[in-house]
């Protein structure tokens, strides 16, 4: 009984934290009243839209999405970096931009759609299209003079991590 009603309550439990600590950064101040109101927002969000979520991600590691989600922060930082150097230093002519498709070992939408906007997170790269099977990801890098570096590089720094996190 307990056990349903908790099921209820918060269909998406970490959908019901996340929003609830993003109401809470978005305020200008903090105050009671607002911690409250964003932990009602994270409860009331996410069970009416509950339905529109059937499969809900089963076996997700959460300790490991938050070292991934160092990763990706680390990469973006460095990434900037990288982008702004070759804005700087390399003239157009020199520049080798690609088109790299990344054949996927991830099975589910969550963990390719994480993927995906992990990708295009990261500057110099943009995720433009995934296949309709959902077996490979089109991906263009900036400037890539090795397209297979590029793709082995994503599969084993992020789609690696991420079937540890989804399966």
């Given at each position: ?95 080798k931009p ?42 263009h890098a ?26």
């Amino acid at each position: 009984m307990l056990q349903s009603l908790l099921r209820w309550l918060f269909p998406h439990p970490l959908l019901t934290v996340l929003m609830a600590i993003s109401w809470i950064l978005l305020q200008n101040e903090f105050s009671a009243g607002m911690f409250v109101f964003g932990i009602i927002l994270g409860i009331v969000i996410p069970i009416g839209t509950a339905r529109w979520w059937p499969d809900r991600p089963q076996g997700f590691r959460g300790g490991k999405m938050l070292s991934y989600t160092l990763l990706v922060i680390y990469d973006i930082i460095v990434a900037n970096i990288h982008v702004a150097w070759i804005v700087l230093t390399k003239p157009n002519s020199k520049m080798k931009p690609a088109w790299v498709e990344i054949p996927l070992d991830l099975k589910t939408p969550e963990a390719i759609t994480l993927l995906a906007g992990t990708i295009t997170l990261t500057p110099g790269t943009v995720s433009a299209d995934l296949s309709d099977e959902g077996h490979s990801l089109l991906v263009h890098a900036l400037d890539a003079p090795d397209p297979a570096a590029v793709r082995d590089e994503i599969k084993t720094r992020y789609e690696r991590r991420l079937m540890e996190i989804f399966q």
